[in-house]
C-alpha cells in the first residue's frame, strides 16, 4: 500500500498558474495526474516514471503543464501554467508499480493507488 497526500490546489484566473503537490509515503516510481469535472469522465493529465524520466502529458495541456520530481522527498509536483477555465476540475495524484512500459502507456486513472483530491479552479 501506499498513501498519496495532494496539495496546492485552489483559485486563480485564467492565464494564471498552480502547482499541485503530490507526496508519496514511500518511494514508487510510476506516478500521474488525472483530473475530473463535474459531469465529465475522468481524463489523465500528466504521468512519470520516475528514474528514466519518461513522462506522458494530454494533448489538452501539453504546453502548459509540466510534471517534475523530488525523489528524496517522494514528492511529485505537476506545474500548470496559463489555465484555461476548461482546467477546472479536481486533480488527483495517482500511483502505481507497474513497469515503465505500463507506467507510460496507461493513463494515470488506472494506476492502482489515488490520492483524495485537490479543487483546481479557473475563472475567466
Known amino acids: 500500500q501506499v498513501q498519496l497526500v495532494e496539495s496546492g490546489g485552489g483559485s486563480v484566473q485564467a492565464g494564471g498558474s498552480l502547482r499541485l503537490s503530490c507526496a508519496a509515503s514511500?518511494?514508487?516510481?510510476?506516478m500521474g495526474w488525472f483530473r475530473q469535472a463535474p459531469g465529465k469522465e475522468r481524463e489523465g493529465v500528466a504521468g512519470i516514471y520516475i528514474g528514466d524520466g519518461i513522462k506522458y502529458f494530454a494533448d489538452s495541456v501539453k504546453g502548459r503543464f509540466t510534471i517534475s520530481q523530488d525523489s528524496a522527498k517522494k514528492t511529485v509536483y505537476l506545474q500548470m501554467n496559463s489555465l484555461k477555465p476548461e482546467d477546472t476540475a479536481m486533480y488527483y495524484c495517482?500511483?502505481?508499480?507497474?513497469?515503465?512500459?505500463?507506467?507510460?502507456?496507461?493513463?494515470?486513472?488506472?494506476?492502482?493507488?489515488w490520492g483524495q483530491g485537490t479543487q483546481v479552479t479557473v475563472s475567466s
Open positions: 514511500r518511494v514508487i516510481y510510476c
Open positions: 495517482a500511483a502505481d508499480e507497474g513497469s515503465p512500459g505500463y507506467c507510460y502507456s496507461h493513463p494515470p486513472d488506472e494506476y492502482n493507488y
